[in-house]
């Protein structure tokens, strides 16, 4: 069996670059060279996210499956969020054929949510398989 040797100071420095006094320390940003791709993923995964998260702060009514469905629905509109960016700036189609998967199946599970709580479904949208390119960003040729 072969093990991978990291020489002493280079892991201790790589690690400690990583942990400062048991918490994650900020990591420089990897370079994108094409800086529009990157800042148009960065926003709008930052916006996706925050929507999730202003989505599911709702009132509790001390039912716990009402609380957890109209919790989970935007949990789940979020991972199709992220998912659709990943299919529009992604590069590995690994990633985004599971992106694909992902919004396929969030889109049925709040189907189910939906019908839980006793909603009218929201109307059906085709999961997409492939996105109009960011205006945006610049695309090599």
Known sequence: M????????????LLGALVVG??????????????DTAIGFRATMNDAVAR???????????????DFARMMIPH??????????????GKDQRLKRLAQ???????????VMHLALGDALPPGNPAPTQLPP???????R
């Open 2 to 13: 072969k093990t991978r040797h990291w020489g002493g100071s280079g892991f201790a420095l």
């Open 22 to 35: 048991g918490a994650a320390a900020p990591v420089a940003p990897i370079a994108d060279p094409n800086p």
């Open 52 to 66: 999730m998260h202003a989505g599911m702060h709702v009132p509790f009514t001390g039912d716990a499956d009402h």
């Open 76 to 89: 789940h509109q979020g991972a199709i969020d992220m998912a659709l960016v990943e299919l529009r700036y």
């Open 101 to 111: 998967e992902i919004i396929v199946a969030q889109q049925q599970e709040i189907a």
């Open 134 to 140: 960011d205006p945006k960003a610049h695309h090599e």
